[in-house]
């Protein structure tokens, strides 16, 4: 993320830039600091989406409220109340519910962090939910911060009382007349480094793939076919929450035709060669993004980010024609597959495995559609 000198002396994005949720955390996490350590004329609002995602810094913001101006939360879901901090709650077709946004406005600084969630995935991310990527944008430019909060105070007025929203518009107005000393522009400067080196840290991560230690890449994988296996399907799929809404997956399930009378006929080794030329199907036909899994024996999951029916439908029929290709020291691979997308957790297991066996009676060599 570049940043650029504003008119102001303070620090911005360019443009909004492609952000992992583990480097949005952080920035978070150190505007959230600054408002801590500011006198209590500080305001601070903040978009978190559903309040799954609030939960774990629920404590934070009681402690932020308890010395701050006005703190208000916005999301989706119910609330324990908190003296002092204000929730505004989003409704499903809020136009704020698919933000996770920031803004901290006080004499001694300013700053804005509003990203949109993509409901897309980054690649070589260690769980489901660490993959969640944003289009965020930031800035410690006072006006802007001043437009962020009284966005955010038209939008989410009708859930707060009279006295929060006359001392929300009262800090935006302080931060239009306000103007930035030397201390703040200092600031804005290192807040600036400090993101450049989170964005670099993280893409040079993901650049190399680095996940896991070779131990526990083996405990997560396949030693026959190098897939994953259901421990790291389990760590992948994990969210902080059960139920909650997720970027939507396309779910494959497929199972071998026959695979008995593969080992029975031709011996082990050659089912065995028959499972690793299944997964090398899975490395060359699927996305950078897509996982497969050995989840034992004979039966695979694929797990698709961001797919519609009819799009994973066709990754399904292409895998299996695929597979149905695979000839082995005389044995013939043959498959069946069944799909769903979801945007829930847990995978629809039962489900996709209903629908694999009403492929398996139309002949196998076929994918079906869960109901």
């Given at each position: 993320?570049?940043?650029?000198?504003?008119?102001?002396?303070?620090?911005?994005?360019?443009?909004?830039?492609?952000?992992?949720?583990?480097?949005?955390?952080?920035?978070?996490?150190?505007?959230?600091?600054?408002?801590?350590?500011?006198?209590?004329?500080?305001?601070?609002?903040?978009?978190?989406?559903?309040?799954?995602?609030?939960?774990?810094?629920?404590?934070?913001?009681?402690?932020?409220?308890?010395?701050?101006?006005?703190?208000?939360?916005?999301?989706?879901?119910?609330?324990?109340?908190?003296?002092?901090?204000?929730?505004?709650?989003?409704?499903?077709?809020?136009?704020?519910?698919?933000?996770?946004?920031?803004?901290?406005?006080?004499?001694?600084?300013?700053?804005?962090?509003?990203?949109?969630?993509?409901?897309?995935?980054?690649?070589?991310?260690?769980?489901?939910?660490?993959?969640?990527?944003?289009?965020?944008?930031?800035?410690?430019?006072?006006?802007?911060?001043?437009?962020?909060?009284?966005?955010?105070?038209?939008?989410?007025?009708?859930?707060?009382?009279?006295?929060?929203?006359?001392?929300?518009?009262?800090?935006?107005?302080?931060?239009?007349?306000?103007?930035?000393?030397?201390?703040?522009?200092?600031?804005?400067?290192?807040?600036?480094?400090?993101?450049?080196?989170?964005?670099?840290?993280?893409?040079?991560?993901?650049?190399?793939?680095?996940?896991?230690?070779?131990?526990?890449?083996?405990?997560?994988?396949?030693?026959?076919?190098?897939?994953?296996?259901?421990?790291?399907?389990?760590?992948?799929?994990?969210?902080?929450?059960?139920?909650?809404?997720?970027?939507?997956?396309?779910?494959?399930?497929?199972?071998?035709?026959?695979?008995?009378?593969?080992?029975?006929?031709?011996?082990?080794?050659?089912?065995?060669?028959?499972?690793?030329?299944?997964?090398s199907t899975f490395r060359e036909q699927l996305r950078p993004l897509d996982i497969a899994v050995r989840l034992g024996g004979d039966e695979f999951l694929i797990c698709c980010p961001n797919v519609a029916e009819r799009e994973l439908r066709r990754i399904a029929d292409r895998l299996v024609a695929t597979i149905g290709d695979i000839r082995v020291g005389g044995a013939?691979?043959?498959?069946?597959?069944?799909?769903?997308?979801?945007?829930?957790?847990?995978?629809?297991?039962?489900?996709?495995?209903?629908?694999?066996?009403?492929?398996?009676?139309?002949?196998?060599?076929?994918?079906?559609?869960?109901?």
């Amino acid at each position: 993320m570049q940043p650029k000198m504003v008119h102001d002396g303070a620090m911005a994005a360019d443009e909004p830039q492609t952000t992992s949720k583990a480097t949005l955390g952080a920035i978070c996490f150190a505007v959230e600091q600054m408002a801590m350590a500011i006198p209590e004329e500080a305001t601070v609002i903040a978009c978190f989406q559903r309040a799954a995602y609030f939960a774990p810094r629920a404590r934070r913001f009681a402690r932020l409220a308890a010395r701050c101006r006005t703190v208000v939360v916005a999301f989706e879901g119910s609330f324990v109340a908190t003296p002092q901090l204000h929730h505004a709650r989003l409704s499903p077709a809020s136009s704020l519910i698919d933000e996770w946004s920031l803004v901290v406005v006080a004499p001694g600084v300013c700053a804005s962090v509003v990203a949109i969630d993509r409901h897309a995935l980054l690649p070589f991310e260690a769980t489901l939910d660490g993959a969640r990527s944003f289009e965020a944008r930031w800035s410690m430019e006072r006006s802007v911060a001043a437009d962020e909060l009284e966005r955010l105070t038209s939008a989410l007025g009708h859930d707060l009382p009279a006295d929060v929203i006359a001392s929300l518009a009262d800090a935006a107005g302080a931060a239009r007349t306000h103007p930035p000393d030397s201390a703040e522009r200092g600031l804005a400067e290192v807040f600036a480094v400090f993101i450049e080196r989170l964005e670099r840290a993280h893409r040079e991560r993901s650049a190399l793939g680095v996940r896991l230690n070779a131990s526990e890449l083996a405990a997560e994988h396949d030693p026959l076919t190098g897939l994953g296996n259901r421990r790291f399907l389990e760590r992948w799929l994990s969210v902080p929450t059960a139920d909650i809404e997720i970027p939507p997956i396309g779910l494959v399930l497929i199972d071998l035709d026959g695979f008995k009378q593969i080992n029975d006929t031709f011996g082990h080794d050659i089912g065995d060669a028959v499972l690793v030329a299944v997964a090398s199907t899975f490395r060359e036909q699927l996305r950078p993004l897509d996982i497969a899994v050995r989840l034992g024996g004979d039966e695979f999951l694929i797990c698709c980010p961001n797919v519609a029916e009819r799009e994973l439908r066709r990754i399904a029929d292409r895998l299996v024609a695929t597979i149905g290709d695979i000839r082995v020291g005389g044995a013939r691979a043959a498959a069946s597959a069944g799909t769903a997308v979801t945007r829930r957790l847990p995978a629809p297991l039962t489900e996709l495995d209903a629908a694999m066996y009403i492929a398996k009676r139309r002949g196998g060599g076929v994918s079906a559609i869960s109901a």
